[in-house]
């Protein structure tokens, strides 16, 4: 049996590179499923997402989403793109095999915890307050090259990670430290500086009134003394005031005593992001 994907419609491209389209997966030209394929404009066109993958009931458990999938990869590289994405629902156990099946890495996770009434107080001699103008100025200075940093270490190119880093501060920080619904929190012990926190309020789940944590940091002297915990608090503060319930995050999978600090505070998982490098 022949496994095709059929395009449906014409290739949609923007003015800025970022490709979609959507085909019918045919088993010797008989529609089995279907697929949407496009490029992530945070990455850039050498990036491809697979953002919908189905097969019809009926013809599920016969291989057909694998034989699919590497179909799309063989579309991607047409497209010039060097890895491929993909993202599920954390419950989502037969597509998370299949992907793994197929070299496909877990790089990241959204996790998301339902908050209570009352935040976490700070602890004795800790206080927190906003970030004032000159401290954003030094936060953000170096704060692209954090991020890019970080999706570089994980398989990205640099040219990619730079592009993630600069549209994710057009989205989230489009005036910088006034923009509307943003948060800077630091927070200090008995005075002293050890970290900072960003919070924006944003809904983690359609409907529902949310915050996310874009970002926590605790300078390198004082890790390991409990600060990111505490730091965690005060975002649930800031989302508390915002009539937030629910507060989210984006994590990598390999940073793991951040994943365990998260869980320990009652987050939970909702997303996996899979990448694989196309050859």
Not at 2 to 19: I, K, W
Not at 38 to 51: E, K, M, Y
Not at 154 to 179: F, H, I, V, W, Y
Not at 200 to 211: C, D, H, L, N, S
Request: aromatic share 6%; with cysteine.
């Amino acid at each position: 049996m022949t496994t095709t994907l059929r395009p449906t419609g014409p290739l949609s491209e923007t003015p800025d590179g970022v490709r979609n389209r959507a085909y019918q997966v045919c088993v010797n030209s008989r529609p089995v499923g279907a697929v949407e394929l496009g490029t992530d404009p945070s990455f850039g066109p050498t990036a491809g997402v697979v953002h919908a993958l189905r097969i019809d009931e009926a013809d599920r458990r016969r291989g057909r989403g694998t034989v699919a999938a590497l179909a799309a990869e063989e579309v991607l590289r047409g497209w010039g793109c060097r890895q491929v994405l993909a993202s599920m629902p954390a419950d989502a156990a037969v597509p998370r095999r299949m992907l793994q099946a197929l070299g496909y890495g877990e790089r990241s996770v959204n996790m998301v915890k339902d908050l209570t009434p009352a935040a976490p107080a700070l602890p004795p001699g800790v206080s927190e307050r906003p970030m004032d103008a000159r401290e954003f100025a030094q936060w953000s200075a170096g704060a692209d090259a954090r991020f890019s940093a970080n999706w570089a270490s994980r398989g990205m190119t640099r040219e990619q990670a730079r592009a993630k880093a600069e549209a994710s501060r057009r989205q989230n920080l489009p005036d910088g430290l006034a923009t509307p619904g943003t948060a800077f929190r630091v927070l200090a012990v008995r005075g002293a500086d050890v970290g900072r926190v960003w919070v924006a309020r944003q809904e983690v789940v359609p409907g529902v009134p949310g915050a996310y944590v874009y970002e926590v940091e605790v300078d390198a002297a004082d890790r390991g003394r409990g600060h990111g915990r505490t730091l965690m608090g005060v975002a649930e503060r800031v989302a508390l005031d915002w009539d937030a319930r629910m507060l989210g995050l984006h994590v990598f999978t390999d940073n793991v005593p951040a994943v365990r600090l998260y869980a320990s505070l009652g987050y939970r998982v909702t997303a996996r992001h899979f990448a694989k490098r196309l050859l």
